[in-house]
């Protein structure tokens, strides 16, 4: 997001945070329903984030038409954010959706689950990418949702929390036009963010000591001043060496790459 979208998804975010107390898997589920409605009623999404419109009617719309339905809590924290100014319509319900996962991580945090939540996305991400089978089934729009809800729960059946497994189903059941992978992703980030911390995706050919880790996270938090949280990653095409990457840097030290530069060198 930019511009106006940005400065209003930020100022949602700061209420939320201030207003949802220990009531955050409530918002989350609530808000995760608006965005459902949003993008379901195209109409009424071009109306809530119209510019031309007061902030004040369509505060006063989205009132009427969610008052008795969701917590007074998440009310406000919705008419706020339809009064204030979005880039282009979609920016609402995605930053709506976003604000979702913010108050599931809330939920985690006051239950002592945040660490647990952000194993159990990257976990599940690292599941799905090894079994392609299981991803197509999980992806496949000809795939009724309930036989994918009924999939989750007995993939997942007592091996994440409650939240993780919301979140996971939030993911499959509704994309939004995103790949599985990167709905993954971003809720893991956002989960991080809960943490002020950056997430490493560390590949290495051959598992890394306790002490290798620990030279590894506070290397990283030397060169970019957060707290750093490795997700460690097996992999044989890594040959030797680290392969880490934090958001869209990569930093590669592998023997792979640098076999590979030495290929497009000789075939240049």
């Given at each position: 997001m930019r511009g106006a979208s940005r400065a209003s998804l930020a100022e949602a975010r700061d209420q939320l945070v201030e207003t949802a107390g220990e009531a955050g898997e409530r918002i989350g589920n609530e808000l995760f329903a608006v965005v459902a409605l949003l993008d379901s009623e195209h109409g009424l999404r071009r109306l809530v984030s119209d510019p031309a419109r007061s902030g004040e009617a369509k505060a006063g719309l989205i009132r009427t038409l969610l008052d008795g339905k969701v917590s007074a809590v998440t009310l406000d924290l919705l008419s706020r954010m339809v009064a204030a100014r979005w880039s282009v319509p979609r920016d609402l319900s995605d930053a709506v959706g976003e604000l979702a996962v913010v108050a599931f991580s809330?939920?985690?945090?006051?239950?002592?689950?945040?660490?647990?939540?952000?194993?159990?996305?990257?976990?599940?991400?690292?599941?799905?990418?090894?079994?392609?089978?299981?991803?197509?089934?999980?992806?496949?729009?000809?795939?009724p949702a309930e036989r994918k809800r009924e999939l989750l729960a007995a993939l997942?059946?007592?091996?994440?929390?409650?939240?993780?497994?919301?979140?996971?189903?939030?993911?499959?059941?509704?994309?939004?036009?995103?790949?599985?992978?990167?709905?993954?992703?971003?809720?893991?980030?956002?989960?991080a963010e809960r943490r002020q911390r950056l997430v490493a995706l560390v590949r290495v050919a051959s598992p890394l000591t306790e002490q290798q880790q620990q030279r590894l996270a506070d290397g990283l938090v030397r060169l970019y001043g957060h707290e750093v949280h490795l997700n460690i990653v097996l992999d044989r095409q890594v040959v030797g060496g680290i392969s880490v990457q934090v958001g869209d840097e990569l930093i590669d030290g592998s023997v792979a790459s640098r076999l590979a530069e030495l290929r497009r060198r000789l075939a240049g």
């Open positions: 809330i939920a985690a945090e006051q239950a002592g689950q945040l660490d647990d939540l952000e194993d159990d996305l990257f976990r599940f991400g690292r599941v799905v990418a090894g079994q392609p089978e299981l991803r197509d089934a999980l992806v496949d729009q000809a795939l997942l059946d007592g091996k994440v929390s409650e939240l993780a497994e919301r979140l996971l189903t939030q993911a499959v059941l509704q994309p939004r036009g995103r790949s599985l992978e990167a709905n993954l992703d971003s809720y893991a980030q956002l989960v």
